[in-house]
């Protein structure tokens, strides 16, 4: 049954503006001593973990059913059915090097959908938030993906592999169209930034390969509610959960691209 969350909105966006502050303000006396390695190349600091339980704190008073799905651990409660899945700094190696390229990324699953999706790009001051069937806002004004159709129009976000180098084949292979094809590829260190980017029609595709939920769960309902289309690389639903991502501003442009990820 569809249940409206949207009431959600006016207290998480506030929560991620409180939180965002929080993790500016760390950014200014952070230093390298500060940085813990979890395994090659990915890395944290008590920021993030800091940050998440800032967020699950508030979000538990807010919503006492449901239950979290967090990058840094958090287990308050489980509940698979209504559940906050949380990036608490999506883009911390960008963090880390003061490369000013990081979110809060915070989604709300129902019954398997995302209902509710708030992503805060911290050093630009721009909160992204949408509910399912209310539209998509950045700073309190509607959003819409561009109308792009072709890849030779398009700029095209990606991320790619910083440890584990299973797949490199089948990275080239794509790149290679993707390279010759479009205005360009990026590679900005957030996901969750790339969709929205996505949703406000700076981007017009992207697409990425082993993604976790908590990197994309806040951007894909911006994503949908912004107009664009989503699936995983072989055309399903599960993008969420399901490792591979690909959006796109149009049908015709989503459909091109996953032409060229058959490839993979
Ligand atoms: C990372 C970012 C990056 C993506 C990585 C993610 P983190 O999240 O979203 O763009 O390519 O796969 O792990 O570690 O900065 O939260
Ligand atoms: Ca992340
Ligand atoms: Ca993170």
């Known amino acids: 049954m569809q249940k409206d969350f949207s009431y959600l909105l006016p207290q ?5 503006h409180e939180t965002g502050k929080w993790i500016a303000q760390a950014r ?28 699950t704190e508030t979000l538990y008073k807010l919503l006492p059913e449901a239950g979290f799905l967090a990058e840094e651990g958090t287990t308050i409660k489980n509940n698979a059915e209504l559940q906050w899945i949380i990036d608490p700094l999506d883009g911390t190696t960008n963090f880390i090097h003061n490369l000013p ?29 949408a509910a399912q069937g209310k539209g998509a806002f950045c700073n309190r004004e509607k959003i819409r993906v561009s109308a792009t159709t072709e ?15 299973g797949y490199m084949k089948q990275y080239l ?18 996901a969750a930034l790339d969709l929205c980017y996505l949703a406000k029609g700076r981007f017009q595709g992207f697409f990425e ?20 289309i989503l699936s995983t690389f072989d055309g399903k639903e599960n993008y969420v959960h399901g490792r591979s991502i690909v959006g796109a501003c149009t049908h015709e442009l989503h459909t091109k691209m996953l032409e060229i990820l058959s490839l993979w």
């Open 151 to 165: 890849i030779s129009d398009a700029l095209i976000a990606t991320g790619f592999p910083y440890s584990a180098f």
């Open 28 to 55: 200014q006396t952070f230093s390298p001593q500060d940085i813990e390695v979890k395994e090659k190349n990915s890395l944290v600091s008590y920021v993030d973990r800091t940050a998440e339980e800032k967020l």
């Open 101 to 129: 390229v990081y979110a809060i990324s915070i989604g709300l699953e129902y019954e398997g959908k995302t209902v509710l999706g708030v992503v805060y790009d911290i050093p630009h001051d721009e909160m992204y938030y």
């Open 12 to 16: 998480v966006t506030e929560l991620c």
């Open 209 to 228: 390969y082993n993604l976790s939920p908590w990197d994309v769960a806040g951007g894909v309902i911006i994503i949908q509610e912004a107009g664009g």
């Open 173 to 190: 292979k794509v790149f290679e169209p993707f390279m010759m094809q479009s205005r360009g590829i990026r590679r900005l260190g957030s």
